[in-house]
C-alpha cells in the first residue's frame, strides 16, 4: 500500500471534510469540531545525527542547542548573534508563560508565532532547551507550552528527522498521562502529534494503528487523534487522503475480532453514549469512533453480530442531536455490506414500543422518557444515511425508504405551524380590538418575543410576520388610545431592529415592514391623532369593519402586500433599516431609549451569531445617537462587561467596545467605577473594557488621573468583626482594584502615552501603594523569590501586584536602566517587608541618581509637597528619595541648597521618629558640608590595611564601610584613592570564603558605579582585567555571590560605554545558556587588541583555579576564542596551560550536562588538529 500511495509531508492541499474510504468509493462525513486544546513535553534527541553535526571543526555551541552549531565563521557572527538574541527573548517568554494571564498569554504565543513564522528551528530548540532546563514544570505550564510547540511545528516547512522522533515519542507518552488538568491536557499533547502528521503522517499513523490493535480499547487520547486526522481540511493531498482512508479501513478489517470480545465491546457503547461536554457538539474522539464502529461492522462477515451490535446500540439514549446524527452514521456505513440487517434492525426498532410512544406523546413524564423522545429522527436520520451509503444498493428498496421517511417526517413537530398562523393572527387582531390599549399590545406581543428570539430561522420567520401584521393593522385602522403610554416599546424597536439584519431574506423585509408600521403608530400618538374604530368590536372573528374591510389575514398579506402607491406616501418605508430605527429613536423617551438599550445588551449574551452581531450593531447606533443624554450608565457598563466573555464574532466585540469608547466621552467618572467593581480578578474580557474606555487620548488621560484618585483613597478595611456592611470595604477593594488596573493598563498601547506624562505621580503613588499593602499585612503573601521572579495573579491580596505595576512602570517607560540596578542585585525582595521597604526605596532613588535619569527633577516637583502629607507614609516615602536626590546635581534645579536645608530642618520635627532619623541623614550630606569630602577620603587608606585582617566579619564590616563611604562622597569621588580601593577588592575576588568573594564584588560595583570619566584613565586596565573573573563568577556555587557579579559586571559595562547595554540586562538577569555566554564573550573579545589580550590572559589563568566551576567555565571561554582566533590563543599557551587544556575538556567529556559534553569534544578534536600544525 506504502508504493502505492507515495507520502507528501508538506502538502497542504484542502481536501473537504473528513471522509473515510468504503467498498465502492463510497465516503463518511465526520461532523466534528477541530477546535483543540493544548498540552507539552519532550526528550533530548540522542542519536548520531546530533553528533554528526560537529564535524566541522569551528562551530560556537549555542544555548543547549540541538542542532549544536557551536561555533561560527566570523562572518556569521551577525547573524548568530541576533539568533542568539532571539533564543534568550524567546526563553524568557517561555519562562513568563507559567504566571501570565489569559491576556498576556495570548500576547506572549503571539509573539512566538511571529519568531516561529521567520526561525521554527530556533524557537523548536529554545523550547526543548526550557524544557531539559525545567524537568519539575507544572502540568499547566506544560499545558502552555504545547501550545507554543504545535503552533511552531505547523510554522515549520521543515521537521528534521530528529526533531520528528522526540516530538511523536513525548507526544505518545504525555497523551495518556492523567494530570489536573484532565482531557486538555491529553488533548494538547495530541495536537503536537496532529501537527507532526503535517510533516510525515505515515510514521504518526503507524504508531497509532499499533496502539489501536493491541486488543485493549484505545485511550480517548488516540481517538482524538484520529477524529482530528480524519476530519482536517489541510493534512492530506488528494492522493494522501484516498491512503489514509485506505489504511483506515484496512485497520477495521483487523479490529473485526474486537466485536466479539464482551470488554472491548462494552468499552466501545460506553464510550460512544457517555454524553460529551458540550452535547450540541460531538467531540473528535466521538465522531470517529462511530465512523470506526460502522467500517468495522462493514467488515464483520456475521450478520448476526452485526445485527446484535446495532440493536444495543440503538437501545441507548437519543437525547442529544449529535448522539442521534453518530447512530445514523454507524447505522449508513454498514449498510453498504449488511443492509439486509440493517434495514431488519431499523423496521424491528420502529415497530418497539418507546418508539410507538414517542410518535404520539410530547410530554415526557420522567428522565427515562427524554432518552426515547427523539428516536424517531434517529431513524429519520438513519435511513437517510442507509440511501447516501448504500447507493446503487439501495434501488430495490426506494419506494420503502421514501414512504418509512415521510411517516416519521409527518410525526415530526416541523409541520405544525403552517395551519395555526393565520388562526393567530386573526386571534391577536380580535384580541386587540376587544382591548384597544398599549398595555394589551404589550401583553400580546410579548408572547412573540420567544419565538422572535428563536435560533430556527422558520420560528422567526413566522414570528415576526405575525408581529408585523398586527402592526400593519393597527397602523391602518388606530384602534389604540392616544391616552396611554406605550409599555416596553424600545424593547420591541431593539428586537425589530436586530432582525432587520436576519440572515433570512423574508424575516428582513418583514422586520423592515413592521418597524416602519410601528413609527407612524408612534408619530400618531405623539401628535394625537386617531382613527375611531366603531364603539363596539366585531363578535366574530370575520366580521368587517365599518368600511367593509375585513380583518386581515397572512393570506390577505400574501396576496396584497403593500403598494408602491402606499410606501411613497410615507418616506420611512422609503429608508433602510438603520434609518428606520434611528427615526424611530429620535421619537422613544429616555426611559424608551434605557429599554432599546437592554435589549441590545441581553441578546448580546445569545448563543446564535446573527443575534450578537445585531445586537451590537444596535447598541453601538443607540449610544452614538443618544448615549450623551444617558443618566446612569454604571448598570449597562456592567451588563455589557459580563456577556463580552460570550461575544466571539469579532466585529461584535469591535462594535461593543466601541460603544463602550463612545459612552464613556460622557460617563467616565461612572464606567471606572463601574469597571473597578468587576476587575477582581481581571479576566481578559474586562481588559479589554478598559483598553476601550482609553481608545481615545483625552479620555485615557482622565481614567488614569481617576485610577490613581482611588489608588490614593487607601482606607483600612474593616475589621472581621465588624459584620455590618461599610462604606469603607468597597473604597478598600475599589483602591486595591485601582493598583491591578495600573499594572495592567501599562501594556496598553491605548494608555502608553498617558502613561508616560503621569510617570512621576504613578512612580510616587506605586511606591506609596507598596507600602500601604505592607501595612494591611494581607494573608497569603508570596514569597519574596516569587515577587522578584514571577507577576503574581490580580488579586487584592497579592502584596506583589503594586510592586509588579512599578516594575512595569520602569521597564514600559524607557527607564530599565533604574530597573536593572534593582532587577540585578536581587534588590526587588527589599520590597516584601516593612522593615526592608526603607533600603529598597533608597536604592531605587540612588540607581537614578547613578542613571542620571531625566525624571529626577519632575519626581522631586512631585514630592515636595509629600513632605506635608498628613499621611505618615506619605512623607516618608517622599523623605527616601529626597535623601538620595541630594547626590544627583539636577536637585539645585530644582530646590537650592538653602531651601533643601529648610526643608530637612523641618522634618526633624516631624511626628514620625522615621521621617526624623532620615532627615537628620540628609542634614549631613556632603552637599551640605563640602569639606567632609576630603576627612572620608583621608580615612580610606587605612580602612584598605584592614582588608586584611582574620576576623571575616571584621573584612566584611570594613568593606561596607568602605561602599558606604563611596557613596557618601558623592560626586566628589575617591579621587587617587580609587585605584588603591580597585585593586584591594580585585585581590579578593578568588578568596575561598563566599561572603568575602560577594562583599568584594560589591565593592568594586560601587568603586566603579561612584567613578567619574575624569578618573576612568587610572582605573581602565583595573575594569579590563576584572571583566572576565566576573564573566567566570557568574556560575559561583554561592548565589549572593553570582548576584554580585552579575552586578558589578553590568556596572563596568556601562562605564566602559558598551553597546547593547540593554541586551546585556536581560542576558544577565535571565538568560543562563550557553549563548548567553557567548553573547558575553563576543562582548569582551571583539573591542580591541588589548582588551584581547588582557582578557585571554585572566582566562588562561583562572585554568589553574581550585574551583571546579571556574576552570570549567574558563575552559569554556577560552575554547569559544580557539574557535575564532586560534593562533592568537595557542601562541599564549605554554606546555602546561596547553596540557591543562587537554585534560579540562577531557573531564568535560564526562560531564552531568549534555550539551558541555558534546561542546567538550568537538574542542579536542579541533584542539588536537590545531596543535599539530607549525606556528607561525
Known amino acids: 500500500m506504502d508504493g502505492q500511495c507515495p507520502e507528501r509531508p508538506h502538502s497542504r492541499t484542502p481536501t473537504g471534510r473528513m471522509s473515510s474510504a468504503v467498498s465502492q468509493n463510497s465516503r463518511i462525513s465526520l461532523p466534528v469540531s477541530t477546535s483543540t486544546k493544548d498540552a507539552s513535553c519532550m526528550k533530548v534527541p540522542q542519536d548520531s545525527a546530533r553528533r554528526d553535526r560537529w564535524s566541522h571543526p569551528t562551530t560556537i555551541l549555542l ?170 481540511e489541510e493534512l492530506f493531498s488528494q492522493e494522501d487522503k484516498a491512503c489514509w482512508e485506505e489504511q483506515l479501513i484496512q485497520m477495521a478489517i483487523k479490529s473485526v475480532p474486537f466485536l466479539r470480545t464482551d470488554v472491548w465491546s462494552k468499552e466501545l457503547l460506553w464510550t460512544l453514549t457517555t454524553p460529551s461536554w458540550t452535547p450540541q457538539e460531538q467531540s ?84 427515562e422518557d427524554l432518552h426515547w423522545k427523539w428516536a424517531s429522527s434517529t431513524i429519520l436520520l438513519a435511513y437517510g444515511q442507509v440511501a447516501a ?152 372573528l370575520s366580521q368587517a369593519h365599518s368600511d367593509g374591510t375585513p380583518l386581515w389575514n397572512s393570506r390577505d398579506q400574501k396576496a396584497t402586500p403593500l403598494s408602491p402607491q402606499e410606501m411613497a406616501k410615507n418616506h420611512i418605508f422609503q429608508l433602510c433599516s438603520s434609518q428606520v430605527i434611528k427615526e424611530i429613536m429620535q421619537q422613544l423617551t429616555l426611559a424608551e431609549l434605557n429599554d432599546l438599550i437592554w435589549t441590545a445588551i441581553d441578546s448580546l449574551g445569545s448563543t446564535s451569531p446573527f443575534h450578537v452581531q445585531a445586537a451590537s450593531e444596535m447598541l453601538l447606533t443607540a449610544i452614538q445617537e443618544h448615549g450623551a443624554k444617558l443618566k446612569i450608565v454604571s448598570s449597562m457598563a456592567q451588563a455589557i462587561g459580563l456577556r463580552l466573555c460570550s461575544v466571539h464574532n469579532p466585529q461584535a466585540q469591535e462594535k461593543t467596545l466601541h460603544a463602550i469608547t463612545l459612552l464613556a466621552r460622557n460617563h467616565t467618572r461612572e464606567l471606572v467605577a463601574t469597571f473597578l467593581d468587576i476587575s477582581i480578578p481581571l479576566d481578559s474580557h474586562t481588559f479589554q473594557l478598559w483598553r476601550a474606555l482609553g481608545a481615545e487620548q483625552p479620555t485615557s488621560h482622565l481614567v488614569l488621573t481617576m485610577l490613581l484618585a482611588w489608588l490614593q483613597e487607601r482606607p483600612l478595611p474593616t475589621g472581621a468583626s465588624d459584620s455590618s456592611p461599610c462604606p469603607k470595604e468597597k473604597t478598600y477593594l475599589r483602591s486595591l482594584a485601582a493598583m491591578n488596573m495600573l499594572r495592567e493598563l501599562q501594556f496598553a498601547r491605548e494608555f502608553k502615552q498617558a502613561v508616560q506624562e503621569a510617570y512621576p505621580k504613578l512612580f510616587l503613588a506605586l511606591l506609596t501603594q507598596t507600602h500601604y499593602v ?59 517587608t516593612i522593615h526592608t521597604y526603607p533600603k529598597g526605596v533608597g536604592l531605587l532613588a540612588r540607581a537614578m541618581v547613578h542613571n542620571h535619569c531625566r525624571q529626577i527633577t519632575v519626581v522631586l516637583r512631585q514630592l515636595l509637597p509629600s513632605l506635608q502629607s498628613p499621611e505618615e507614609r506619605d512623607r516618608k516615602v517622599a523623605i527616601l528619595i529626597l535623601t538620595e536626590f541630594l547626590y544627583s546635581p539636577a536637585l539645585l534645579e530644582v530646590l537650592p541648597k538653602q531651601a533643601a536645608l529648610t526643608v530637612l530642618a523641618q522634618g526633624l520635627h516631624d511626628p514620625s521618629p522615621e521621617v526624623r532619623v532620615l532627615s537628620l541623614q540628609g542634614l549631613s550630606n556632603i552637599l551640605f558640608h563640602p569639606d567632609k569630602g576630603s576627612l572620608l577620603r583621608g580615612q580610606l587608606r587605612p580602612f584598605l590595611d584592614g582588608f586584611f585582617q582574620s576576623s571575616e566579619q571584621v573584612i566584611l564590616c570594613i568593606m561596607g564601610t568602605v561602599s558606604d563611604t563611596l557613596h557618601r562622597l558623592g560626586a566628589q569621588g575617591a579621587g587617587s584613592q580609587s585605584l588603591s580601593v580597585a585593586i584591594s577588592a580585585r585581590s579578593f575576588f578568588n578568596d575561598e570564603r563566599n561572603t568575602i568573594r560577594a562583599a568584594a564584588m560589591a565593592l568594586f560595583g560601587d568603586l566603579v558605579a561612584a567613578t567619574a570619566d575624569r578618573e576612568l584613565s587610572g582605573l581602565r586596565t583595573q575594569v579590563h582585567q576584572s571583566m572576565v573573573p566576573l564573566l567566570l563568577h557568574l556560575k559561583d556555587q554561592c548565589p549572593a555571590v553570582a548576584t554580585q557579579a552579575k552586578f558589578a559586571f553590568y556596572r563596568c559595562a556601562v562605564l566602559l560605554r558598551w553597546r547593547l547595554l540593554h541586551t546585556l540586562f536581560c542576558t544577565l538577569a535571565w538568560e543562563r545558556g550557553l549563548s548567553a555566554r557567548h553573547f558575553l564573550w563576543t562582548c569582551l573579545m571583539t573591542r580591541s587588541q588589548e582588551e584581547f589580550s588582557i582578557h585571554l590572559s585572566q582566562a588562561l589563568s583562572h585554568l589553574h583555579s581550585h574551583s571546579h566551576h571556574i576552570k570549567t567555565w574558563a575552559a569554556l571561554f577560552i575554547g569559544h576564542t580557539i574557535c575564532y582566533h586560534p593562533q592568537a590563543v595557542f601562541q599564549m599557551l605554554n606546555a602546561v596551560d596547553t596540557n591543562l587544556l587537554f585534560c579540562t575538556f577531557e573531564r568535560l567529556k564526562s560531564d552531568p550536562e549534555p550539551s558541555i559534553r558534546e561542546f567538550a569534544t568537538g574542542q579536542l578534536s579541533f584542539l588536537q588538529k590545531v596543535s599539530a600544525r607549525p606556528k607561525q
Open 63 to 232: 544555548h543547549k542547542s540541538q542542532s549544536s552549531q557551536a561555533t561560527l565563521m566570523p562572518q556569521e557572527h551577525g547573524m548568530f548573534m541576533a539568533e542568539a538574541y532571539s533564543a534568550a527573548t524567546c526563553f524568557k517568554m517561555l519562562q513568563d508563560m507559567n504566571s501570565a494571564d489569559p491576556f498576556h498569554l495570548k500576547y506572549i504565543i503571539k509573539k512566538i508565532k511571529n519568531m516561529a513564522h521567520g526561525s521554527p528551528k530556533m524557537v523548536m530548540e529554545t523550547i526543548h532547551d526550557y524544557f531539559i532546563d525545567n524537568p519539575e514544570i507544572s502540568s499547566r505550564h506544560k499545558f502552555r507550552l504545547f501550545q507554543a510547540l504545535e503552533m511552531v511545528i505547523r510554522a515549520s516547512d521543515v521537521l528534521e528527522e530528529t526533531w520528528e522522533k522526540t516530538f511523536t515519542r513525548l507526544a505518545l507518552e504525555n497523551m495518556t498521562k492523567a494530570t489536573e488538568l484532565e482531557d486538555i491536557y491529553q488533548d494538547a499533547a495530541s495536537n503536537v502529534l496532529v501537527a507532526i502528521c503535517r510533516h510525515s503522517w505515515r510514521v504518526v499513523v503507524q504508531h497509532l494503528e499499533t496502539e489501536l490493535l493491541t486488543g485493549v480499547f484505545p485511550h480517548r487520547s488516540l481517538l482524538y487523534v484520529m477524529g482530528v486526522l480524519s476530519s482536517s
Open 284 to 367: 473528535p474522539e466521538k465522531a470517529f469512533l462511530f465512523a470506526y464502529y460502522g467500517l468495522i461492522l462493514q467488515a464483520e462477515k456475521n450478520s448476526a453480530t452485526v445485527r446484535r451490535h446495532l440493536q444495543a446500540l440503538l437501545e441507548t439514549s437519543h437525547q442529544w442531536p449529535m448522539q442521534r446524527e453518530g447512530m445514523a452514521l454507524t447505522l449508513g456505513l454498514a449498510a453498504t455490506h449488511h443492509l439486509d440487517d440493517v434495514w431488519a434492525v431499523l423496521d424491528q426498532f420502529g415497530r418497539s414500543r418507546p418508539i410507538r410512544w414517542s410518535l404520539h406523546s410530547f410530554s415526557p413524564k420522567n428522565s
Open 389 to 540: 451509503k448504500a447507493r446503487a444498493h439501495i434501488l430495490p428498496w426506494v419506494d420503502n425508504i421514501v414512504s418509512r421517511m415521510v411517516f416519521y417526517f409527518h410525526y415530526s413537530s416541523w409541520s405544525l405551524y403552517s395551519r395555526t398562523t393565520e388562526a393567530l393572527d386573526l386571534m391577536l387582531q380580535s384580541l386587540i380590538m376587544q382591548n384597544p390599549t398599549a398595555g394589551e399590545l404589550h401583553f400580546l406581543l410579548s408572547h412573540l418575543y420567544t419565538w422572535l428570539a428563536s435560533e430556527k430561522a422558520h420560528e422567526r420567520q413566522r414570528a415576526v410576520h405575525s408581529c408585523m401584521i398586527l402592526l400593519k393593522f393597527l397602523n391602518h385602522n388606530g384602534y389604540l388610545d392616544p391616552k396611554e403610554n406605550f409599555k416596553r416599546i424600545g424593547q420591541l424597536v431593539g428586537i425589530l431592529g436586530m432582525l432587520c439584519q436576519d440572515p433570512d431574506k423574508a424575516t428582513q423585509r418583514c422586520s423592515l415592514e413592521g418597524a416602519s408600521h410601528l413609527y407612524q403608530l408612534l408619530m400618531r400618538h405623539k401628535a394625537g391623532e386617531t382613527l375611531q374604530a366603531e364603539s363596539q368590536a366585531p363578535k366574530e
Open 774 to 832: 505592607l501595612e494591611l499585612n494581607l494573608p497569603g503573601e508570596p514569597q519574596p523569590k516569587q515577587q522578584a521572579q514571577e507577576a503574581a495573579m490580580p488579586s487584592p491580596q497579592s502584596c506583589s501586584t503594586s510592586l509588579e505595576a512599578l516594575k512595569r512602570l520602569l521597564s514600559t517607560t524607557g527607564h530599565w536602566h533604574d530597573f536593572a540596578h534593582l532587577e540585578l542585585q536581587g534588590s526587588w525582595e527589599l520590597f516584601a
